[in-house]
């Protein structure tokens, strides 16, 4: 089992700027699954942004031209950039990984790792 820990979260005004960061116990993150989801007061969990497999950068309409995923040149640090944060934002947020099975195959579906979320809150 691998433990995700989200951290850089805390309160800022609208119009500021957040870096999240996630870690996996030094453990590199895989093409597998690498995103960062959020979930909202009274919502349901959704997308903010992934590294698809193929490394492609996916975003929420929500996020898109405000929020950057990243991963450092070890790619044992998994970041989102936020700026431009608006109330709306206010979330707690998650990292989300998954790693090959073995012979090399990653599971299907969603990514299967979580964190225990850092929460973010914008005020106006």
């Known amino acids: 089992q691998v433990q995700l820990v989200e951290s850089g979260g805390g309160s800022v005004e609208a119009g500021g700027s957040l870096k999240l960061s996630c870690t996996a116990g030094?453990?590199?993150?895989?093409?597998?699954?690498r995103a960062w989801f959020r979930q909202r007061p009274g919502k349901e969990r959704e997308l903010v942004s992934r590294f698809s497999r193929d490394d492609t950068e996916v975003y929420a309409g929500s996020a898109k031209g405000r929020f950057t995923i990243s991963l450092d040149n070890a790619k044992t640090t998994l970041y989102l950039q936020m700026d431009s944060l608006k109330t709306e934002d206010t979330a707690v947020y998650y990292c989300?990984?998954?790693?090959?099975?073995?012979?090399?195959?990653?599971?299907?579906?969603?990514?299967?790792?979580w964190g225990q979320g850092t929460q973010v809150t914008v005020s106006s």
């Open positions: 030094g453990r590199a993150f895989s093409s597998c699954g």
């Open positions: 989300a990984a998954d790693w090959p099975q073995l012979g090399g195959y990653c599971p299907r579906g969603q990514e299967s790792y």
